[in-house]
DNA sequence: CTACTATTTTAGCCAAGGTTAACTTATTAG
DNA sequence: CTAATAAGTTAACCTTGGCTAAAATAGTAG
C-alpha cells in the first residue's frame, strides 16, 4: 500500500471501506464534484475526443502541404501510420464535414474550414510543445505528449501555457 | 524516399504564429519528423486512447467506493453522464478484463488489478490538476483539463509536474 | 499504345462506445 | 405480502476507426 503522494490530498481508495467509516473530515476536503458536474467534464473529454481524429489528419495534410507541396493519401497513410483504405474512409469523412477538398485518386486539399481548423490546432499544437519543453521536459517526449495533450487545453491554459513560455524565454536570455 | 528533411530533428512549429505570418523562411526550421517516427507518436497516442475510457470509469468507481461506501452503476452513469445500459456494457467489458468484479443486479467493486490501475489513474490525475492549479489555471478550466491530459501525460512529464508544483507550494508559503 | 506498377477506392469484416426500448430483478411503501 | 418504483440487463441499432483483400484508376516504361 504504497501512496507516496499524500500530499495532494486525495488519498486514493485503497481501503475497504465499511459505510460506518465514512469520515467526515474526509468527504469534506476531497468531495465529489456535483454529478450533473462531473458529467459535463466527461461530456467535455468526450466531445474533445471526437474532433482529435479530424483535427490531426487536417493538421497532418496541411504539413504536407506545406512541406512537400501536396498532400497525397499515401503519405497521410505512413504518417498516421495506419492503412490507406483507413484514409480513405476517414477522408470521406472529412470531406462529408467540408474540411478537405479532393477529385476521386487525386491529392488533397484543405478547404477554408479546414484551413481554419488546421491553423488553429497548428497554433494550439505549437504553444504545448513549446510549453513542456520550456518546462524542461525532452524534446522526444514533449513531442509525444504535446499531440495527446493538445486536444485537451483549454484557451484560458493556452494563454497561461504561452506567458510561461514567454517568461521562461525572457528569463534564460 | 524523398523527404530531405531526414537528418533534420523535427523542430516543431515554435513560434507564437500570427496567422499573417507563415513565412518560408520558419518552413526550414520547420520540417516534418521522419515518417515512421511521425507515426510512433500517433501510434503513442491511438494506443493511450484505448485505455482512457477503462481508466476513466475504474476511476470513477473506485471514488464512490471511498466517498458513498458503494459504486452502482446508477452513478457510474449519472456521474460519467451516459445511459445505464452503456455503464452495463462498459462493466461487462472491465469484468472480462478482470478489472471489476460484481453479481449480477448488484453494485460494483474493484479487483486486485482494479485498484492498482485506480491508483495510478488517480495520481496522475492528481498531479496533473495540481499542476494546473499551481500554473494559475481557475479551478473550473484546470478540472475539465486535468479530465482530459491525464492520459497524455509520460512519467516524465508527470515528474517534471510534480516538482514545479512542489516548488511553486514552498515558494509562496 | 500497351503493359506494368503505384495509388486510391470499395467492399466486407471487427470491436468500441454510444443510443432506446423492453425485460428482469431488487427495494420499498402500504 | 403485494404492488409500485428503482435499478440493472439485454437486444437491436448506429457511428467511428481500425483492418484485409480485391477492384479501379493513374502514371510510367517500353
Redesign the interface.
Known amino acids: 500500500m504504497l ?1 507516496p ?1 499524500e ?4 488519498i ?4 475497504d ?3 460506518d467509516v ?1 469520515p467526515d473530515r ?2 469534506k476536503a ?4 456535483p ?2 458536474q ?9 466531445s ?2 471526437e474532433t482529435e481524429l479530424l483535427e ?1 489528419y487536417v493538421e497532418l495534410i496541411a ?2 502541404l ?3 507541396g501536396e498532400a497525397r493519401s499515401t ?1 497521410v497513410a ?4 495506419v492503412s490507406q483504405a483507413t484514409v480513405s474512409k476517414t477522408v470521406a469523412r472529412l470531406k462529408s464535414l467540408e474540411l478537405v477538398s479532393s477529385k476521386p485518386y487525386r491529392s488533397l486539399f484543405l478547404t477554408e474550414k479546414g484551413e481554419a481548423m488546421a ?1 488553429m490546432s ?2 494550439r ?3 504545448v ?2 510549453f ?1 519543453r520550456a ?5 522526444h ?5 504535446a ?3 493538445e ?4 484557451q ?2 493556452l494563454d ?3 506567458r ?1 513560455s514567454r517568461e521562461q524565454e525572457r528569463g534564460s536570455s
Chains 1, 2 share one sequence.
Open positions: 501512496l503522494y500530499q495532494i490530498g486525495y486514493g481508495a485503497m481501503t471501506f465499511p459505510n465514512t474526509l468527504c476531497d468531495a465529489l464534484p454529478s450533473d462531473h458529467a459535463r467534464q466527461y461530456a467535455a473529454v468526450r474533445a475526443h490531426d504539413d504536407l506545406q512541406h512537400q503519405d505512413a504518417r498516421m501510420g491553423a497548428h497554433q499544437h505549437a504553444i510543445l513549446k513542456l518546462l524542461g521536459v525532452s524534446d517526449t514533449a513531442r509525444i505528449d499531440e495527446g495533450m486536444h485537451h487545453a483549454s484560458e491554459t497561461i501555457m504561452q510561461f
